[in-house]
């Protein structure tokens, strides 16, 4: 019986500070009774769906935990869950398993115990290595913070690291954003995400914009900021293999493109 590849994604929707721009479905500042309720709740939602397919035909093939800030959430959460999906499922050899995290809270013991639980690949939501346009996105890192965070990730065993920014920030200039781009191929990230900035109703950085309290670089700007990262970064060594993201030979995200190549995917959470 042949088997297909699978992509499972894991919504933890807990964040330790809501950032201004942010309108992705998450609650920050939660109690943790309430994220192990959550992750009972999932745990649950996952076995369901663990009886109603036909094992024999199903080859796991990356498990993403994103957010939200899954780093956020105790790291027993996100072990257990995946022990239970890997002794539920057959798994492909190269299987990528990935946890989104935050420097804020990808401690030292976090990322030992993704590491022992075989999480390959974690995603670090840097944004940006400007501290004023951290500050505009209120994010609560440091750009020290980011380059501890890949520093001991490094030391930890980690060989996959992706690096998460935003282009097209209130304030932001090409010499900010050629300077992010510039110190974050300096670490050797495997890969490197570049989204553009999208403002959608209700988020606070919204209301600020509207009220002239800030202003986004011109359009002109910000299409200039994407070509110059599709030109630096193909120079630096990454292939610009999907829209917004870019891979050093051998490390395009098999949760992206089993995204975009409509593979057997299934979502799990809120």
Request: aromatic share 12%; net charge negative.
């Amino acid at each position: 019986m042949q088997k297909e590849d699978w992509g499972l994604y894991f919504h933890i929707p807990f964040c330790e500070h809501r950032c201004s721009y942010c309108d992705f479905f998450s609650t920050a500042d939660c109690g943790f009774e309430k994220i192990e309720r959550y992750f009972s709740r999932l745990s649950r939602e996952f076995d369901l769906f663990a009886r109603s397919v036909d094992k024999r035909t199903v080859h796991v093939q990356s498990v993403y935990f994103g957010g939200g800030t899954p780093s956020y959430a105790p790291a027993s959460e996100i072990t257990s869950l995946l022990s239970k999906i890997l002794a539920e499922f057959d798994i492909t050899e190269d299987i990528e398993i990935t946890v989104e995290v935050n420097p804020h809270s990808a401690l030292q013991e976090t990322l030992s115990a993704y590491m022992e639980a075989r999480v390959n690949r974690l995603s670090i939501g840097v944004q940006s290595l400007n501290p004023n346009e951290l500050t505009i996105l209120e994010r609560i890192h440091s750009v020290n913070d980011c380059l501890t965070t890949v520093d001991v990730a490094r030391k930890t065993g980690f060989h996959n690291i992706s690096l998460d920014f935003i282009y097209g920030i209130p304030g932001q200039t090409m010499q900010s954003w050629k300077k992010t781009l510039e110190d974050a191929a300096a670490v050797h990230a495997e890969h490197i995400s570049a989204y553009m900035l999208m403002l959608e109703k209700g988020t606070k950085m919204t209301g600020l914009l509207q009220s002239g309290a800030l202003q986004l670089p011109d359009e002109d700007a910000v299409a200039e900021m994407y070509e110059f990262a599709h030109l630096f970064l193909g120079k630096s060594g990454y292939e610009h293999y999907e829209v917004s993201n870019f891979a050093k030979p051998g490390y395009a995200s098999q949760h992206n493109i089993h995204y975009w190549k409509r593979k057997p995917y299934k979502g799990f959470g809120m």
